[in-house]
């Protein structure tokens, strides 16, 4: 018996459900799929799979082979994938993920591009507005923006900056005035992002202003995790956020929002929290990885210079 055929056979048998089913996606007779089931098992002395006129399902058993074959097989992939990246085109699935508002704005708009320039990749595009865990979720590129992590399993490129903006709608400041200093945040309604799911209803935005830097108290009635809520509840006039640079731009241009404090840097510790790939450092020489942060960088950064411009 192929112990390694027998194992991604069983993949597959789990996967479809069935033996004919399983049959058909490898191109086998389903007789072959029976017989190599049967052989796995009893080579193990444990039933993998629950048979029924129905369905064939994973037994305890199965389910905890399975769980543990597939590490092993993925390993398998990535030093299979070492040995082929050495000087070959980047081929096979790249599992990415990156936060919602982001992936909308920013990293979507050049996906086709990539694709088109690397005809054997695909991708799996996970949206997630938490940090994934690269291995657990099995991410081979995960975007993220803040502070780069720390940890030793981890490789980190930056892509971009993140310069953020003080912003507000023209109704909200008829109808409540313009602040003209930081400080004057104090009387107004401010919106507020939920840094790692924080439930703090008082938050310090920080300014910078030749040298001097100001710690401003900020409160209001609007607490959320995601940025789409902000940007629309400053455009219907509800009160002052401070957002991101690459998702305000177009409303600033557009007029629909107003940018506060010009003067003032209103993130003067983007330096230290920027968009950056991550990604294993079992992944270095992954041909596949290497081409998406590299055309990442050159894509987003060049986003981030017209933005600005």
Known sequence: MDKLLAVRTL???????????AAQRLGVATSSVT??????EDSLGAA????????VSLTDAGIAYVEQVSKVLDDLAEADESVFDSGAAPVGTLRISAPSTYSRLCLAPHLATFLAEHPRVFLDVVIADHF????LDRIDVAIRIGRADRDANLIVKKLADNPRHVVASHAYLARN?????????????CLRFAYGGGYRTRQVWTFRRDGDEQRVDVRGHLLSNN????LESVVSGRGI????????????????VVRLFEQFDASPHSGDAVVYAA??????????????VQFLETRLRASGEDRGS
């Open 279 to 292: 990604y294993l450092s079992n992944r270095r020489q992954s041909s596949k990885v290497r081409a998406l």
């Open 227 to 230: 940025l789409d809520i902000l």
């Open 35 to 40: 017989r190599l089931m049967d052989s796995l």
């Open 11 to 21: 993949l597959e048998v789990a996967d479809a459900g069935g033996f004919s089913k």
């Open 48 to 55: 993998l799979l629950t048979r029924t006129p129905r369905k």
């Open 177 to 189: 005035g313009t602040p003209q200093t930081p400080q004057d945040l104090d009387a107004h309604e």
């Open 241 to 256: 956020a401070l957002l991101p640079e690459w998702q305000v731009a177009p409303d600033i241009r557009a007029g629909r």
């Open 132 to 135: 994934t865990d690269l291995a």
